[in-house]
């Protein structure tokens, strides 16, 4: 009677075609493509964010004038947010499978953004460039929303990088405001 | 204090800003990049540990400010003025994360103690003395704790 049932069982399980049992393992995970789409992009974004984070933590520390204390204390609240979001990125990252970037060195290579090296811009110069950085890095966000949407069916990305582009987009606004545009 | 241990004490303590950044980037690097049956246990403990280190940055950062300097501000500088190397390669083992962060710890540890000595001999500047022996004292711990995890003594 045993041999029997596990005779049926053999036997059914031969009978669902290869290939779709094939394809049913395959698309548990995203496919290597997406993978790689993914990790691209997310990685690109994880270094333009440490290029903004230092820039955030260089101007609060090397602020002179009247402002001091106030911006002190807005770009403490921006670059710690702007800590928690690397780490964010970097997880998701190895969620889809990549590897994330581990030095600084690879950082200043994957970043689009370019580095302030001035040694302390005047408090309204520093809002501006800020403003500028962000608005680099939501057009970037923006683009690799669009990538993931076109190629991948990473959803899990897209509605990471749409919650970093919301939040981006109302720091840049904050920072506008203290420039004195709209 | 003049300007002499101004300048003295600000090139000291950058080096320190830049190789905490090295310190903190690579510990971040293994906190993502490790795999293994070690993973949880590590990556937790590697997290404590960059968040403490990113504390750290902030507050030898501020101490440049105090004593009247300017801190690093970009990642080249930092990389420019570090004396810890980067680990640029994909990430090792778990065993091997432990090995590279202790000998990490160890040469940042005795460029603290060398510069405790200098400030001692050279300035004034007793603040950042005693910030460099605080920093010094929780290190040495993090050091055990890794030479522990490794069965050593």
């Known amino acids: ?182 | 204090m003049t300007k002499k241990e101004q300048k003295l004490s600000v090139e000291l303590l950058n080096r320190l800003v830049a190789n905490t950044s090295v310190l903190l980037m690579q510990t971040l690097h293994y906190h993502w990049n490790i795999t293994g049956p070690e993973f949880n246990d590590y990556h937790k403990l590697l997290d404590d540990q960059y968040n403490m280190l990113f504390q750290d940055l902030d507050v030898v950062a501020e101490r440049v400010r105090a004593v009247g300097g300017f801190a690093l501000g970009s990642m080249k500088e930092m990389i420019k003025h570090a004396d810890l190397k980067e680990d640029t390669g994909a990430c090792p083992k778990p065993k091997q994360i432990i090995t590279n962060l202790l000998k990490q710890y160890e040469r940042h540890m005795s460029q603290i103690r060398e510069g405790i000595i200098l400030l001692e001999e050279e300035t004034s500047d007793f603040g950042s003395k005693k910030m460099l022996e605080d920093f010094l004292e929780k290190y040495e711990k993090t050091a055990w704790m890794f030479r522990s995890l490794l069965g050593k003594q």
């Open chain 1, 1 to 182: 009677m045993i041999k029997k049932t596990i005779c049926i069982i053999v036997l059914a399980l031969h009978m669902i075609p290869l290939s779709a049992r094939h394809h049913d393992k395959k698309s548990l995970r995203l496919s290597k493509v997406e993978q790689r789409v993914s990790t691209d992009i997310l990685n690109q974004l994880l270094a333009n964010e440490f290029v903004l984070m230092m820039q955030t933590l260089h101007y609060h520390w090397n602020l002179l004038g009247d402002e001091f204390h106030d911006y002190h204390l807005l770009f403490d609240k921006q670059y710690n947010q702007l800590f928690t979001d690397i780490d964010l990125i970097a997880e998701r990252i190895r969620a889809v499978g990549g590897k994330a970037l581990g030095s600084l060195y690879d950082m200043t290579q994957y970043a689009s953004l370019k580095e302030d090296r001035k040694k302390t811009p005047e408090p309204k110069k520093m809002v501006h460039n800020l403003v500028k950085q962000y608005e680099y890095h939501t057009s970037d966000i923006r683009n690799g929303i669009k990538k993931l949407d076109d190629q991948t069916q990473d959803y899990g990305s897209k509605k990471m990088l749409e919650d970093l582009l919301e939040q981006h987009e109302k720091t840049a606004w904050m920072l506008r405001l203290l420039t004195g545009k709209q």
